[in-house]
T-cell receptor
Framework: SQQGEEDPQALSIQEGENATMNCSYKTSINNLQWYRQNSGRGLVHLIL?????REKHSGRLRVTLDTSKKSSSLLITASRAADTASYFC????????????FGKGTKLSVIP | KAGVTQTPRYLIKTRGQQVTLSCSPI?????VSWYQQTPGQGLQFLFEYFSETQRNKGNFPGRFSGRQFSNSRSEMNVSTLELGDSALYLC??????????????FGPGTRLTVL
C-alpha cells in the first residue's frame, strides 16, 4: 500500500525558479527519504532525514520533516532543466528489515 | 565501485510463461531488495534478502519468489505470468553495516512486458 502521498502530482516551472514538493505519510517512521527518477529509469537517492531531525540540506536541496503532521517537503532551489524528473518520498518504518514505502511521486518539469 | 546491475533490461513474455530477473548488487552490499513499479500502483515492495535469507516480503501472490546467492547476487522469479505483471522491476542494494546503511542504491530496472 502507498503510505506517502506527494503533492502536487505535477509541477511545471521556469529554469531558475524554486520547486517545492510535499509528502504526507500515515504511520510512524524511522526515516524519510527522497528519490529522483528520470523517465522510467532507476531511482537516485537524494537525501535522507531521520525522524529526530527537522531540516536537512544537501547542495540545492532542502528537506524538512514535521513528524507531528506526518509530512515532509523537498525544496529545490535555482532549478535547472536537468532537474526535470519524477520525485518520490519513501518512508522506512523500522530499523530492522528495511522496507521502503513510496508515494506516487511528483512529476517536475523545468522549462529552459 | 560499479553500481547495481540488472539483467535483462527489457523482456517480453506471454501470459502463462515464467520469467527470471537477475540483480548484482554493489560490491560489499549484502542486502538486496526488489520493487515493482506500475503506473497504477506506483512503487511497491516485493521482498528483501540479506545474507541469503528473505527478511521481509510485500503483499504479492506466491507466484513472485526470489532468492539470494552466497555472492549476494539475487534473482526474482515470476511464474504463470499475467498481463498485470507488466512493470518495471527495480532492484536495490544497501550496506546495512556501512556509513550509508539506510540508503538504497537502485539499479536501472528490468522492463517486463507481458502479452
Amino acid at each position: 500500500s502507498q503510505q506517502g502521498e506527494e503533492d502536487p502530482q505535477a509541477l511545471s516551472i521556469q529554469e531558475g525558479e524554486n520547486a517545492t514538493m510535499n509528502c504526507s505519510y500515515k504511520t510512524s517512521i524511522n526515516n524519510l527519504q527522497w528519490y529522483r527518477q528520470n523517465s522510467g529509469r532507476g531511482l537516485v537517492h537524494l537525501i535522507l532525514i531521520r525522524s529526530n531531525e527537522r531540516e536537512k540540506h544537501s547542495g540545492r536541496l532542502r528537506v524538512t520533516l514535521d513528524t507531528s503532521k506526518k509530512s515532509s517537503s523537498l525544496l529545490i532551489t535555482a532549478s535547472r532543466a536537468a532537474d526535470t524528473a519524477s520525485y518520490f518520498c519513501a518512508t522506512a518504518a523500522g530499523a530492522g528489515s528495511y522496507q521502503l514505502t513510496f508515494g506516487k511521486g511528483t512529476k517536475l518539469s523545468v522549462i529552459p | 565501485k560499479a553500481g547495481v546491475t540488472q539483467t535483462p533490461r527489457y523482456l517480453i513474455k506471454t501470459r502463462g510463461q515464467q520469467v527470471t530477473l537477475s540483480c548484482s548488487p554493489i560490491s560489499g552490499h549484502r542486502s538486496v531488495s526488489w520493487y515493482q513499479q506500475t503506473p497504477g500502483q506506483g512503487l511497491q515492495f516485493l521482498f528483501e534478502y540479506f545474507s541469503e535469507t528473505q527478511r521481509n516480503k510485500g503483499n504479492f501472490p506466491g507466484r513472485f519468489s526470489g532468492r539470494q546467492f552466497s555472492n549476494s547476487r539475487s534473482e526474482m522469479n515470476v511464474s504463470t505470468l499475467e498481463l498485470g505483471d507488466s512493470a518495471l522491476y527495480l532492484c536495490a542494494s544497501r550496506d546495512p553495516v556501512g556509513q550509508s546503511g539506510n540508503e538504497q542504491f537502485f539499479g536501472p530496472g528490468t522492463r517486463l512486458t507481458v502479452l
